[in-house]
């Protein structure tokens, strides 16, 4: 059975920084992709950068230049560094990976558990 296990979030002030871990633990060959999303109360989900399998990254405008996704393939892990943050980026942080399962192409598609981030003004 595979997991995303998300690490690291928690209170900070504006202006500090967190990194965020994504852990995909069970019998898997490597990670597609990951991408990780946000959800503040009252408001949409929102993808806030992501990452393939040759490294590409994407971000959303609202945290480039701030926000950094990385990934250790050999640890199967994803990272989101998230430095200078903002009242506006206290959400829930929630990653999503596509997994390869076996060696014929077999795929898993899930998320993790969430992590709050508070930053306070």
């Known amino acids: 059975q595979v997991q995303l296990v998300e690490s690291g979030g928690g209170f900070v002030q504006a202006g500090g920084s967190l990194r965020l871990s994504c852990a995909a633990s069970?019998?898997?060959?490597?990670?597609?992709?990951m991408d990780w999303y946000r959800q503040a109360p009252g408001r949409e989900r929102e993808l806030v950068a992501s990452?393939?399998?040759?490294?590409?990254?994407n971000y959303a405008d609202s945290v480039k230049g701030r926000f950094t996704i990385s990934r250790d393939n050999a640890k199967n892990t994803g990272y989101l560094q998230m430095t200078h943050l903002k009242a506006e980026d206290t959400a829930v942080y929630s990653c999503?990976?596509?997994?390869?399962?076996?060696?014929?192409?077999?795929?898993?598609?899930?998320w993790g558990q969430g992590t709050q981030v508070t930053v306070s003004s």
């Open positions: 990452i393939t399998s040759g490294g590409s990254t």
């Open positions: 069970g019998s898997i060959v490597s990670i597609r992709y």
């Open positions: 999503n990976a596509e997994a390869v399962l076996d060696h014929w192409g077999s795929t898993w598609n899930g």
